[in-house]
Structure formats: C-alpha cells, structure tokens
C-alpha cells in the first residue's frame, strides 16, 4: 500500500519568505508527527496531532513554526518568516493509534534558506 | 527526560563479519526502544522494536537487538554484515507515559560502513 508522502521533495526560498510543507499520511493512522533533520544530525520532533487530542506542540523552535492537520488526513507544516537556520530535511511520520507501535516516515522535504 | 546516546560517530566493518551499533538509554518507566536505517537521500525505515518480554529482538533484514536492563542498553547486531547494509542507523526511544503514540526521541545516529 501506499506509504507517507511528502511535498514538495525540495524547497528553496529566500530568508523572510514564508513556506508550507506538505505531508499525507498512510490511510488509516490517526497519529501524525513532524521531525527536522538538520545536516549532520539526529531528528529534533516538532509536533504531534493524535486523533481530535490537541497537539503536542513542545518541540516547535519558535513561534515561526505551526502546523495543521485536517481530521485524519493531511498536514502542512508552515514556517514564516523563513531564516537560514531552518534550512533542514523535514520529515512526516504517521501511526497506528494503539499500543506501542512504530511510524512510518516519508522522504522529507529538504528544505534550503538561501 | 527521555534519551538515548548513540557513543560512535561511526563503524566501520568487513563483508562478512559482524558488526554491532550501540545504544544507551536513560528512561523514567518502562523504555520502549526503536531502531531504524536511513539510505541516503530517503526517509527512514523501521528496523525492530522493543516494548517487552523477550531481551533478543529480531527485525528486518537480519538485524536483531539485545535488550539489556542493568547496562541500559539496546546495541543493535547482524552476524554477517552485507555491503548494502552501509547506512545510517538511529536508536530511539518514545516519550511519553502509556501505551499509545508519544513522539520519538532520537540518538544522533551512527553511520555504518561495511566495505568488501
């Protein structure tokens, strides 16, 4: 079946641009996650959406940062006023919502603030 | 708070040997424990898991962990390393009390290099 999917795959913008990322989760998973992967690291976790529970937001850098989730489905990751140190591979994961299961990751959207 | 340290930066091992990743955790209840690889420029891929019962847990594509409770640790082993096996590998471990969801907290990642 279809895994996570992700878009754009890369993303160049200017510093103070604003950009959005998008992220389909697997069919069916009702916990979705955002990670960022910066060059050279280990995965930072920004956000969590379980279900209709309000999400974790405690990992987002800066008030810069939001993210949405419509129902089960889709979500975008937006960054304003985009600065050079958010350059970084962001990655959606998604999951079963029982016991403890793992999460499937998509590819990431690389993203590059110029 | 939740972590997991991942002391090598990077293994270097032969074709045919065997190669360990190692793996320590410092938890508050019970650790629920994850392996992953990541191939360059793809996302990552889930190897195994440890939630509970047995301390040998067998994953995919040969790789298997050893649980161990009194070092803290979940070092990640294969018998015979294979060329394709040269990759990323993340230990992580889930945040969060119960059973359900909780975001992954991350090792900085160990690269694996398995020459011929």
């Known amino acids: 079946g279809a895994g996570v999917s992700q878009s754009p795959s890369n993303k160049v913008t200017e510093k103070g641009k604003d950009v959005e990322l998008r992220c389909d989760p697997i069919?069916?998973?009702?916990?979705l996650y955002w990670y960022r992967q910066r060059l050279g690291q280990g995965l930072e976790f920004l956000i969590y959406f379980q279900g209709n529970s309000a999400p974790d937001k405690s990992g987002l850098p800066s008030d810069r940062f939001s993210a949405e989730r419509t129902g089960e489905s889709v979500s975008t990751l937006t960054i304003q006023r985009t600065q050079q140190e958010d350059s970084a591979v962001y990655l959606c994961?998604?999951?079963?919502?029982?016991?403890?299961?793992?999460?499937?990751f998509g590819p990431g959207t690389r993203l590059t603030v110029l | 708070a939740q972590s997991v340290a991942q002391p090598e930066d990077q293994v270097n091992v032969a074709e045919g040997n065997p190669l360990t990743v190692k793996c320590t955790y410092s938890v508050s209840g019970n650790p629920y424990l994850f392996w992953y690889v990541q191939y360059p420029n793809r996302g990552l891929q889930f190897l195994l898991k440890?939630?509970?019962?047995?301390?040998l847990v067998k994953g995919s594509y040969g790789f298997e962990a050893e649980f161990n409770k009194s070092q803290t640790s979940f070092h990640l082993k294969k018998p015979s390393a294979l060329v394709s096996d040269s990759a990323l590998y993340f230990c992580?471990?889930?945040?969060?009390?119960?059973?359900?969801?909780?975001?992954?907290?991350f090792g900085q990642g160990t690269e694996l290099s398995v020459k011929p």
């Open positions: 992580a471990v889930r945040d969060g009390a119960g059973v359900q969801g909780g975001k992954l907290i």
């Open positions: 440890y939630i509970t019962g047995d301390n």
């Open positions: 069919s069916g998973h009702t916990a």
């Open positions: 994961a998604s999951s079963v919502q029982r016991e403890v299961n793992e999460q499937f």
